[in-house]
C-alpha cells in the first residue's frame, strides 16, 4: 500500500491496466478461501466438519514432509431422502501438504451434483430455475417431480420400432394364465385398500402385482359414456370409480396409480394427445390434453400402459362402450405406443430420439390389430397419399396374414398381392379427389372369419387410369400367393397378377397334388358374359402333377380369371384358391369359346387342336389329343372318322365339317364295348355347300 501512495494518478491508472488480466485468479483464490460464506450451503454442520478437518490435519502431518488424506465423516444428521444418498455418493477428503514448514490444508465437503461454489460465485443471471427433485430412485431414470424431469438414455428405447416384441420388456405371457383367470373374477370391494389387498394374493413381483391390477381393471370398469357427453357427471376419483364400475381415462389411471401405490409400485398418471374414439386423419392437436395413461417403474425402467384402451373400446359415434380386452396397450414397446399416444411431457415418450407432434400428426394411422396380428411395417410412411393414376401400399408381417381393403367402401378398386411376408396393394382411385382407404387383416388359422381394421389412409388423386377399369365383383387376392400354395397350386408359370396378351390368348400352369380337383370361370364388365361363356371361354388339362388353365378372350377388354378349388376327400364346393387380371387391347381379339366338355372327358385328357370350340364350315379340321386307356377315338361328322394312336400318345387325325352343323369327339375304352361315349362337342359355323 505504501507503494500505491508514492504513485502518480496516471502511474496508478497504468499499474491498474497491466494488473486487470490477473483479476480472474485473484477472485478464484477468494473464492475458494471463503466457500463456507455462500448463502445457500453454509449450514452450522458444515461449519464443524471443516473444524473437524483441521483438527484432523494437524493430527495427520509427519515430520517428514510427507502428503496424507484424511477422510472426514460429517456427524449424523437428519437429511431429506434424495439429500441422503447423495451423502452415500459423496467424496470428503482433506488434503493435507507439507511443504517445508509451510502447510497448506484444502478441505471441500459438498454432495455429489452439487452446484459447486465457484460457479455460484459467478453466475452472471439465473436463467432457467428449476428445483431439485428430493425423489431418489436406484436407476438413472425419470423422476416423477411436477418442476422438472429427468431422464438417463440407458433405459431409453430405439426409434423407429425394431420388430422383435411388441413389449417394452422381455414376459412371458403364457405365466399369467393362473394369475389373470383369478384377478378377473376378484369382487370388487367397498375400497381400493382391500381390493389390492385381495388382488396381491400369491404374487410375488412387481410385474405380477400390476399384471393382477391391469387386469382387474380391464375387466371391471367400463367407459363412463355419460360422464364423457356431460362433464359434470363424471369423476376421477379412485373411490369414485370403484364405486361406480365406470370411468373415462382421468378415472382409469387416478385408479391404476392408486392401486399401484398400494401394491408398492411407483406409477405416474400422465397426459396428452391421442388417436382415439372419434379420431380423423388429419386432425390437428392444440391445447390442452383429450386423454391419460400411465408410466410405471419395474426393475429399474420406466414402461407404459393404458387400462382404458385395454378394457374395450366405444363405437365410431362414441355412443356405446364394448368390453373387448386389448392385451397391446399393457406394457407397450413405447415405438408402438406413440403411434397413438402423444404425451405433453414430451420425454414420457421414453424414446431415443423423440418424435415431434408434427411427425405423430402425419404418421400413418396403424390400430392396435395391426401389432396385434403381427404386422410389422407399412408403407408409406403418412397417412396422407398423393397419388397420380397408381397408389402403391406395402405391408410387412411376422408370418402369412389375409389382407383385405376397402377404397370409399368399396372393394374393386385396388389388385391386392399375398406375400409370404406381407402383402402388396395397388389402388387405381375411380376419380379425382380423395379417397378414404382402410386396410383389413385376419389370421388364417383363426377360427374367427371377421377382418379387422389395422390401417387407414388418406388418398389424394391427381390423375386417373382410365385404361384399367376394374371389375365391380373384382375377388382379391390376386395371383398366385400362399395361399394359393395351401390349396394345392406351385409353382406357377405366370407370377404377375396383370397378364398382358397381345392376340387374346394366355394359359396359367401349376404344380399340383393329385388329391386336388379344380374349375376355372373368365369373367368381365366390358359385356356381360353367359356362365356357359364364362365357362368355355377356359379350358383346364391336366397331367400327372400339373395342371393348365388355357385363355381365349372374345373381345378386347380387362378379364378376371378365377380358379377354384377342393379336396376329393372333402365334401361341399368348391372355394376361390387363385385369380388373375388378362388385359387386351388388340381391337381384332376375337376368340370363341372352347368346345364343350360332357362329364365324360377326364382331367388327365389333353387337347391339343382345335382348340375352338366354333369351327369354319367346308373344312377339313385336324385333329391331335391325349385320351390315354380308351381302345378308340372317333370323330363324328356327316361321316365317322376314327384317330389314330401315334408313338407319343396322342390321337391324331382330320374330319371334314362339310355337310353338318356340329362335330363330336367319342371314345370305346374296350374293344368289345358296343356303345361309344362322346367326350367333345364342336359347333360349325357358316352354312354347308
Not at 473437524?52 to 517428514?64: F, I, L, M, Q, S
Not at 465437503?109 to 461454489?117: G, L, M, Q, V
Not at 397408381?390 to 368399396?410: E, G, R
Request: hydrophobic letters at 35%; a neutral charge; charged letters at 25%.
Amino acid at each position: 500500500m505504501a507503494l500505491l501512495d508514492c504513485l502518480s494518478r496516471t502511474q496508478k491508472i497504468i499499474l491498474a491496466i497491466l494488473c486487470f488480466p490477473l483479476l480472474p485468479f485473484y477472485l478464484c483464490y477468494v473464492c475458494c478461501c471463503s466457500s463456507d460464506e455462500d448463502g445457500g450451503e453454509a449450514k452450522a454442520s458444515q461449519k464443524g466438519d471443516l473444524r473437524r478437518a483441521e483438527e484432523a490435519k494437524n493430527d495427520a502431518v509427519d515430520g517428514h514432509g510427507v502428503k496424507v488424506t484424511v477422510n472426514i465423516q460429517p456427524s449424523p444428521r437428519t437429511l431429506p431422502r434424495s439429500t441422503a444418498t447423495q451423502r452415500e455418493q459423496t467424496d470428503k477428503s482433506v488434503e493435507c501438504n507439507v511443504n517445508g514448514n509451510r502447510e497448506v490444508v484444502t478441505v471441500e465437503i459438498h454432495p455429489k451434483k452439487r452446484t459447486a461454489n465457484l460457479v455460484k460465485k459467478f453466475s452472471f443471471g439465473k436463467g432457467k430455475v428449476t428445483s431439485r427433485n428430493e425423489a431418489v430412485y436406484e436407476n438413472e431414470g425419470y423422476v416423477n417431480d411436477q418442476n422438472g424431469t429427468k431422464v438417463s438414455n440407458a433405459i431409453l428405447l430405439a426409434y423407429p420400432w425394431d420388430g422383435s416384441t411388441l413389449k417394452s420388456m422381455r414376459i412371458d405371457l403364457n405365466q399369467f394364465k393362473q394369475l389373470d383367470a383369478y384377478a378377473s373374477e376378484v369382487r370388487a370391494s367397498s375400497s381400493v385398500e382391500v381390493l389390492v389387498r385381495d388382488l396381491l394374493r400369491g404374487t410375488s413381483s412387481d410385474v405380477e402385482k400390476l399384471r393382477a391390477i391391469w387386469v382387474w381393471v380391464t375387466h371391471h370398469i367400463a367407459y363412463d359414456m355419460e360422464g364423457y357427453r356431460n362433464p359434470n357427471l363424471r369423476s376421477a376419483s379412485p373411490d369414485d370409480v370403484l364405486r361406480t364400475g365406470r370411468a373415462v381415462c382421468a378415472g382409469y389411471s387416478s385408479l391404476v396409480q392408486r392401486m399401484c401405490s398400494l401394491a408398492g409400485i411407483e406409477c405416474k398418471e400422465l397426459s396428452g394427445y391421442s388417436k382415439g374414439a372419434g379420431y380423423k386423419l388429419g386432425n390437428r392437436f392444440r391445447g390442452e390434453s383429450d386423454h391419460a395413461w400411465n408410466a410405471v417403474r419395474l426393475a429399474g425402467s420406466w414402461h407404459l400402459l393404458d387400462a382404458t384402451w385395454g378394457a374395450g373400446h366405444v363405437t365410431d359415434n362414441v355412443s356405446q362402450f364394448e368390453f373387448k380386452y386389448n392385451e397391446f396397450y399393457f406394457l407397450t414397446h413405447p415405438a408402438l405406443f406413440v403411434g397413438d399416444h402423444f404425451p405433453l411431457e414430451g420425454q414420457w415418450q421414453l424414446l431415443r430420439p423423440q418424435i415431434s407432434l408434427k411427425q405423430f400428426e402425419d404418421a400413418a394411422f396403424r390400430k392396435s390389430c395391426f401389432y396385434n396380428s403381427g404386422l410389422l411395417s407399412s408403407q408409406p410412411e403418412s397417412w396422407l397419399i398423393h397419388s397420380d393414376q397408381k397408389t402403391t401400399i406395402t405391408i410387412k408381417s411376422s408370418s402369412p396374414t389375409l389382407f383385405m381393403q376397402t377404397l370409399n367402401d368399396k372393394e374393386n378398386h385396388g389388385i391386392l398381392t399375398l406375400k409370404p411376408d406381407g402383402m402388396m396393394l395397388d389402388v387405381y382411385p375411380p376419380e379425382i379427389g380423395k379417397h378414404s382407404l382402410k386396410i383389413y387383416c385376419r389370421d388364417p388359422d383363426s377360427t374367427e372369419k371377421m377382418y379387422n381394421s389395422a390401417l387407414h389412409y388418406e388418398i389424394q388423386c391427381k390423375a386417373v387410369d382410365r385404361g384399367l377399369n376394374l371389375p365391380e365383383d373384382l375377388k382379391n387376392p390376386m395371383g398366385p400367393s400362399w395361399m394359393s400354395e395351401q390349396s394345392g397350386l406351385c409353382d406357377p408359370s405366370q407370377r404377375d397378377s396383370l397378364v398382358h396378351t397381345a392376340d387374346g390368348r394366355c394359359s396359367f400352369s401349376f404344380r399340383v397334388d393329385s388329391h386336388w380337383e379344380f374349375l376355372s370361370m373368365l369373367s368381365t364388365e366390358v359385356f356381360r358374359m353367359t356362365d356357359d361363356e364364362q365357362r368355355r371361354h377356359t379350358f383346364m388339362s391336366r397331367t400327372v402333377d400339373r395342371v393348365k388353365f388355357q385363355v381365349q378372350i372374345p373381345r378386347p377388354g380387362l378379364y378376371q380369371l378365377c380358379i377354384y378349388g377342393k379336396e376329393r376327400t372333402m365334401a361341399g364346393s368348391f372355394s376361390n384358391v387363385c385369380n388373375y387380371l388378362i388385359s387386351c387391347t388388340n381391337p381384332k381379339v376375337s376368340w370363341p369359346v372352347f368346345p364343350l366338355k360332357y362329364t365324360t372327358w377326364q382331367e388327365h385328357y389333353e387337347l391339343v387342336e382345335p382348340l375352338s370350340g366354333v369351327l369354319p364350315a367346308n373344312r377339313t379340321i385336324r385333329f391331335k389329343m391325349r385320351v390315354p386307356g380308351v381302345s378308340q377315338v372317333s370323330v363324328q361328322g356327316k361321316a365317322t372318322q376314327d384317330l389314330c394312336l401315334d408313338t407319343d400318345g396322342f390321337w391324331n387325325g382330320c374330319c371334314s365339317t362339310a355337310g353338318c352343323l356340329d362335330l363330336s369327339v367319342m371314345i370305346r375304352e374296350n374293344p368289345n364295348d358296343l356303345t361309344r361315349s362322346f367326350i367333345l362337342n364342336y359347333q360349325v359355323g357358316g352354312k354347308s355347300d
